[in-house]
DNA sequence: GAGTTTGAAACT
DNA sequence: CAGTTTCAAACTC
């Protein structure tokens, strides 16, 4: 029964006709990209089957419009019927982008809940399981959406909300599987469930950081979710009551607002939802790699199932964590061991039943998920897996976002990841980048593991003295998100508490600079045009925006922004003796020559170990068609889209005072986008949202994301010779993950106001903050 | 883990 | 705009 409605259920989504795939295209102006739609019946089908429970109820907050488990839940919280009404799905399918994004908090925090609920609060397994399945079955009968059944569900207490929270994890997990997997039946099921909870067993010790859990639940939204787990019974029942009242006209009429809160006082949540709003944003060339990233935060936020017994942890990460990873893993064993590591703490973490729960703590650090948790990531890029409470997204996520973006991308590439982003930061892009370095170098040691995204979208920590985590030598600051846990700062005002503060400062520094917070990368919209071929490899598409000033580093290191995003060196480089390996700037040829043979000598060397390393990541990815699309690697930088960043200054931008082209494109990262976010304010977010996302939008989309280009760039990404944006930056993590649901996510997500000049972005006069 | 190097950011 | 200082990451030992 249950794989009937799994196909079923899949077989409508997939389904270009159906009114969902129809609500969701018009919504977003880029063209679906076929991942998505895989993407979509992914998500419809995981939520189903993964979560049967979890179809009894998300969180009420998050109601995915396109998903019919969320209309359940909603149904069951006791939603208006109107939200049932087919009107009000479409209202919801409206606000899905926005659903999504809270929904990506919520999993983040509702997993924090979830996994102290399981582990802290008595639950019987019975009962649960009874859930599970009976849910299950009913679900699939009632399809999208059977109120009655997600009540009854509810009504079971903790048991559900795990469930249900599980399910919404799921479901955000689902954004990030790509899916061919998941649709496929014979993954679908139980089969797949058991399967993957054995890997998971294996894979992920599962201890999740209390940390982690911490997070959300002081908001509004996660409040249900975050009960405390002694009162987590009642709490649940009583909270979905509340909720229904609250999260049925908030969710559905109040997204926006809704939405904005929750980020603003939780950077978490904020997070979540930017990092899904990033990888729209992000430019097509990012876009996919955005998307992933953004999936792949909801990956990590899916680590808390691993938590769970459920199988469905099993499946969305075992799925990616195997596959995606393998691909960036592959290139680079360091960067894989990295992330292996950061998924593994994840696992454990989670699979820990202790939360440290601060059920209130904003401040403190939000969750972060290890930023090299994402799934097949570590985090992130920080970002998602690890996902910093605050940062929440790793650049791990996002780094293999990055990555899967840029290998894509590249000809057009794009970007980012940090993180991951995401969940993360390090992961990918960066872990590739220092892969390569060390290969290349030859010193293995020491990279630090940051969980870079690669662009440090990721989980950034920073160990800030003086700066007080408020300038820009922060890179939680820089990356717009909000100092967490793992951050070894002192005297920080990064958090929530000085959320003032940290506004008032970006504003400073973005008068002084618009793109202070713009991705380091700029993917020129032509690849070669302003930037130029460089004679290297790099696809004149990723840049550095500003340019590099190296000196001593020959651009070989990661002092080098340019190298350390993944990026060929460019025209505006000032940089001496430029040996970048993925692109010298013109005129490096005459500098190398003037300079000592030696160094020539040894950079050369040196490019053509990179190289080589380069190429067969390459070839990993070609060899991988979905690869690219998930691996697409994107400069850290790319990946970090920082919505604070974008974030016009309040009184005006400068134009383009200093770095802005007008003829590139910056490519955010999507997670980043969404850290930044979080610490944003709402107000202030909206706008940026918008314009962001425009900016983003603007040219990739059509590159990347549309999916248009994806096949395409990734294939000439992968061009053998030449190396193209390395997938380095993108960190580790591949998350292939929501390729399909960022686009929804995208048109959803108000634009982000364009960066200074850089941006041709109308938005910045178009902001409008949400309603 | 401590210390050095490096280059960006900040400041003047 | 240029030069200097400050800063924290990257790197080395």
Not at 407 to 432: H, K, V, Y
Not at 459 to 483: D, I, M, N, Q, T
Not at 721 to 742: E, F, H, W, Y
Request: hydrophobic share 25%.
């Amino acid at each position: 029964m249950m794989i009937c409605g799994l196909l079923f259920l899949t077989g409508f989504c997939c389904m270009q006709d159906s009114p969902v795939f129809n609500f969701i295209n018009n919504l977003s102006p880029i063209p679906p990209p076929k991942p998505s739609e895989t993407a979509h019946n992914v998500q419809l089908f995981k939520s189903l089957d993964l979560a049967p429970v979890s179809s009894i109820f998300a969180s009420p907050h998050v109601n995915p419009a396109k998903e019919p488990k969320i209309l359940i839940r909603d149904d069951s919280i006791q939603l208006p019927q109107d939200l049932h009404s087919p009107n009000s799905v479409r209202t919801r399918v409206g606000s899905t982008i926005t659903f999504r994004m809270i929904r990506c908090r919520d999993i983040v925090s509702e997993n924090c809940n979830i996994n102290c609920r399981l582990n802290e609060a008595p639950i019987d397994p019975s009962d649960h399981t009874s859930n599970s399945e009976s849910q299950l079955p009913q679900s699939m009968q009632n399809g999208v959406g059977s109120v009655e059944s997600d009540k009854d569900q509810c009504a079971d207490g903790k048991t559900d909300l795990t469930i249900s929270q599980e399910c919404t994890d799921l479901e955000g997990m689902n954004l990030d599987e790509s899916g061919p997997d998941k649709m496929d039946p014979s993954h679908s099921g139980m089969d797949l469930h058991e399967s993957q909870l054995s890997e998971q067993n294996k894979d992920e010790p599962a201890a999740y950081n209390g940390d982690y859990m911490i997070a959300n639940q002081p908001n509004s939204d996660m409040l249900t979710l975050g009960l405390p787990f002694g009162t987590e019974t009642q709490s649940v029942n009583d909270t979905q009551e509340a909720d229904n009242s609250n999260s049925g006209k908030s969710l559905l009429n109040e997204e926006p607002n809704y939405y904005i809160q929750n980020s603003a006082h939780e950077p978490h949540l904020y997070w979540t939802g930017a990092v899904e709003g990033a990888a729209v944003d992000y430019t097509p060339q990012a876009l996919p790699g955005a998307l992933q990233s953004q999936l792949m935060p909801c990956n990590k936020l899916n680590d808390p199932r691993d938590y769970m017994p459920t199988e469905q942890n099993g499946l969305s990460q075992h799925l990616r964590g195997t596959r995606r990873r393998s691909l960036f893993n592959e290139k680079a064993g360091a960067s894989n061991k990295s992330v292996d590591k950061a998924s593994d703490r994840r696992s454990v973490n989670s699979t820990t039943p202790k939360c440290k729960t601060i059920p209130g703590d904003i401040n403190s650090k939000p969750l972060r998920t290890p930023p090299c948790a994402l799934p097949g990531i570590g985090l992130h890029l920080n970002a998602l897996a690890a996902i910093p409470k605050e940062k929440i997204v790793s650049r791990d996520i996002l780094s293999n976002i990055n990555e899967s973006s840029n290998l894509p991308c590249p000809a057009g590439s794009s970007p980012p990841p940090s993180e991951q982003n995401i969940i993360n930061d390090d992961f990918a892009q960066r872990t590739d980048v220092a892969s390569a370095e060390p290969s290349s170098q030859g010193s293995p040691k020491k990279k630090r593991h940051k969980f870079d995204n690669g662009d440090g979208t990721s989980c950034k920590r920073c160990s800030c003295k003086k700066s007080k985590c408020l300038k820009l030598y922060c890179e939680c600051f820089a990356a717009g998100v909000y100092c967490s846990e793992p951050c070894t700062c002192q005297g920080c005002l990064n958090n929530e508490s000085h959320m003032e503060t940290v506004l008032s400062t970006r504003q400073q520094i973005e008068s002084r600079n618009p793109l202070a917070f713009a991705p380091k990368v700029i993917h020129t919209s032509e690849p070669g045009l302003e930037l130029g071929d460089f004679n290297n490899k790099t696809p004149a598409s990723a840049r550095h925006k500003r340019g590099c000033n190296c000196k001593k580093s020959s651009c070989l290191k990661k002092y080098c922004e340019c190298f350390q995003g993944g990026v060929g060196c460019s025209i505006s480089c000032r940089c001496e003796g430029c040996k970048n390996a993925f692109g010298r700037r013109e005129g490096v040829a005459v500098l190398s020559i003037e300079e000592p043979k030696q160094a020539s000598e040894e950079n050369n060397a040196c490019v053509k170990e990179e190289k080589c390393e380069i190429d067969k990541q390459l070839v990993i990815y070609q060899a991988t068609d979905l690869a690219p699309a998930e691996n697409l690697l994107t400069t850290p930088s790319m990946v970090e889209c920082r919505p604070l960043a974008c974030l016009p200054p309040p009184s005006s931008k400068k134009p383009s005072s200093k770095k802005p082209r007008s003829s590139t494109k910056l490519v955010g990262h999507p997670s980043r986008l969404c850290n930044s976010q979080a610490p944003l304010k709402t107000d202030i977010l909206l706008s940026q949202f918008g314009n962001y996302a425009e900016m983003v939008l603007g040219d990739s989309t059509s590159d990347t994301l549309k999916g248009n280009s994806s096949p395409q760039t990734s294939v000439k990404v992968v061009s053998p010779n030449k190396k193209r944006v390395s997938p380095p930056r993108m960190g580790t993590g591949l998350s292939p993950i929501c390729k399909s649901g960022r686009k929804l996510i995208l048109k959803s997500i108000p634009s982000f106001p364009s960066l200074g000049g850089d941006l041709n972005n109308e938005d910045p006069k178009s902001k409008t903050p949400a309603p």
